[in-house]
């Protein structure tokens, strides 16, 4: 891929096979999807052919004790448990497979398809490749790690990088090289995939992020967290509150606030370890019945979906690096910074010279998951990723 390609997809259909509900709630993205059914097998690929087989594949659950995780300030259970698709011919041959890792969304566990079911179908059918998929829920007490290393909520990034990664590679016939592994994501989780993308080109070569979290010059400002000042008068005096209860209570009041997303994302990309009980800063404050805002700790914060200039300064070789980039989002997504962050680090991907693909449709955050996983990002990775 030697030049930006930009691929709009207007699509205007219902999701038979996908129930998922946008159940927002203010101040958090749309929670847990629910499981949805197979969907019809799929057109045949002109360039692929069914596997001879009639088997079905696997999905199964297994549990990581994570080192990385293990120095948490908020009680987080260090025992993490994965989800791991095997396609249909793994327990009859002896090859090796490309994996893809899929990121979840804030509070969800999962990436919006029946499985097996869904994969068995698209595999049957030969429009993908057989494949094995590890789905890496990054939910917490609060909601959401942002696969990011937190002093306070742990090192999610090493964790999914270093020991979720060398787990599949340990324990599965993978084939353990970076050409042959994609990672992939919704939401919170697309910004995760993005930005362990950029970080760990070694470790993985292609990403395909769905409605990621992705801030433009405003998109901070913009977002549920800050966009009024009545909700950021009335987070400071939860806090307040907060402040005034016993001392052995403060903690579990920080984690049950109602707006458990800006929560999370504070201890994620403003932690502060010396800051008990909130463990972040954050950057408003009152003084004489006024807002004042700390602009040192706002760059903290507009730096975690945001800052995008300089990552893509900071990393463009690593950017060069991956075999594919693609981001998908939804022109009516309930979350407006969401599209226009989308486009704004597209803008500044093409200003930086580096290859990508937008795929845009008329869905909104939640609705259309299942779909683009199915018909766009599934069969992105089986084109690029390397097999035996």
Same mark, same amino acid.
């Given at each position: 891929?030697?030049?930006?390609?930009?691929? +709009?997809?207007?699509?205007?259909?219902?999701?038979?096979?996908?129930?998922?509900?946008?159940?927002?709630?203010?101040?958090?993205?749309?929670?847990?999807?629910?499981?949805?059914?197979?969907?019809?097998?799929?057109?045949?690929?002109?360039?692929?052919?069914?596997?001879?087989?009639?088997?079905?594949?696997?999905?199964?659950?297994?549990?990581?004790?994570?080192?990385?995780? &293990?120095?948490?300030?908020?009680?987080?259970?260090?025992?993490?448990?994965?989800?791991?698709?095997?396609?249909?011919?793994?327990?009859?041959?002896?090859? !090796?497979?490309?994996?893809?890792?899929?990121?979840?969304?804030?509070?969800?566990?999962?990436?919006? +398809?029946?499985?097996?079911?869904?994969?068995?179908?698209?595999? @049957?059918?030969?429009?993908?490749?057989?494949?094995?998929?590890?789905?890496?829920?990054?939910?917490?007490? #609060?909601?959401?790690?942002?696969?990011?290393?937190?002093?306070?909520?742990?090192?999610?990034?090493?964790?999914?990088?270093?020991?979720?990664?060398?787990?599949?590679?340990?324990?599965?016939?993978?084939?353990?090289?970076?050409?042959?592994?994609?990672?992939?994501?919704?939401?919170?989780?697309?910004?995760?995939? %993005?930005? #362990?993308?950029?970080?760990?080109?070694?470790?993985?070569?292609?990403?395909?992020?769905?409605?990621? =979290?992705?801030?433009?010059?405003?998109?901070?400002?913009?977002?549920?967290?800050?966009?009024?000042?009545?909700?950021?008068?009335?987070?400071?005096?939860? @806090?307040?509150?907060?402040?005034?209860?016993? @001392?052995?209570?403060?903690?579990?009041?920080? %984690?049950?606030?109602?707006?458990?997303?800006?929560?999370?994302?504070?201890?994620?990309?403003?932690?502060?370890?010396?800051?008990?009980?909130?463990?972040?800063?954050?950057?408003?404050?009152?003084?004489?019945?006024?807002?004042? !805002?700390?602009?040192?700790?706002?760059?903290?914060?507009? =730096?975690?979906?945001?800052?995008?200039?300089?990552?893509?300064?900071?990393?463009?070789?690593?950017?060069?690096?991956?075999?594919?980039?693609?981001?998908?989002?939804?022109?009516?997504?309930?979350?407006?910074?969401?599209? @226009?962050?989308?486009?704004?680090?597209?803008?500044?991907?093409?200003? &930086?010279?580096?290859?990508?693909?937008?795929?845009?449709?008329?869905?909104?955050?939640?609705?259309?998951?299942?779909?683009?996983?199915?018909?766009?990002?599934?069969?992105?990775?089986?084109?690029?990723?390397?097999?035996?």
């Amino acid at each position: 891929m030697n030049t930006k390609r930009k691929k +709009i997809v207007v699509v205007t259909w219902m999701v038979s096979f996908v129930l998922c509900l946008s159940c927002c709630r203010a101040g958090s993205l749309p929670g847990p999807t629910p499981k949805p059914t197979s969907p019809p097998i799929p057109t045949l690929s002109p360039t692929l052919q069914p596997p001879v087989t009639t088997s079905t594949g696997s999905f199964s659950t297994v549990k990581i004790d994570s080192a990385a995780l &293990a120095k948490n300030l908020i009680g987080e259970k260090t025992e993490r448990p994965i989800n791991v698709y095997l396609p249909p011919t793994y327990d009859t041959s002896t090859k !090796r497979y490309p994996v893809v890792y899929f990121l979840p969304g804030f509070e969800d566990t999962t990436m919006g +398809i029946s499985l097996p079911g869904s994969m068995d179908a698209l595999i @049957q059918a030969g429009t993908i490749r057989e494949i094995i998929i590890v789905v890496v829920p990054g939910n917490n007490k #609060i909601g959401g790690s942002f696969y990011v290393n937190s002093p306070v909520t742990g090192n999610w990034e090493d964790f999914v990088v270093q020991e979720v990664v060398g787990y599949i590679d340990s324990h599965y016939r993978t084939i353990a090289q970076a050409g042959s592994r994609g990672i992939s994501g919704h939401s919170m989780g697309g910004f995760g995939a %993005l930005n #362990i993308a950029m970080l760990h080109p070694d470790v993985f070569r292609a990403v395909y992020g769905l409605s990621p =979290g992705l801030f433009d010059e405003k998109g901070l400002a913009n977002s549920q967290m800050f966009l009024s000042e009545y909700y950021i008068g009335l987070f400071l005096d939860e @806090q307040k509150a907060i402040l005034a209860k016993p @001392q052995d209570q403060q903690l579990d009041s920080v %984690l049950t606030l109602r707006d458990n997303f800006t929560v999370a994302y504070g201890l994620a990309f403003a932690p502060d370890p010396q800051n008990p009980p909130f463990y972040f800063d954050y950057p408003y404050s009152k003084s004489s019945g006024k807002l004042v !805002r700390d602009d040192n700790i706002w760059k903290r914060w507009d =730096g975690g979906f945001g800052g995008i200039p300089q990552k893509i300064a900071q990393y463009k070789e690593n950017f060069l690096r991956l075999k594919g980039i693609t981001v998908d989002y939804g022109t009516n997504d309930e979350f407006a910074w969401i599209p @226009q962050g989308c486009i704004y680090f597209d803008t500044q991907l093409t200003a &930086a010279g580096v290859p990508h693909e937008m795929a845009v449709h008329n869905g909104n955050h939640q609705s259309s998951l299942g779909k683009r996983v199915l018909e766009h990002m599934l069969p992105f990775f089986s084109e690029l990723l390397v097999g035996e």
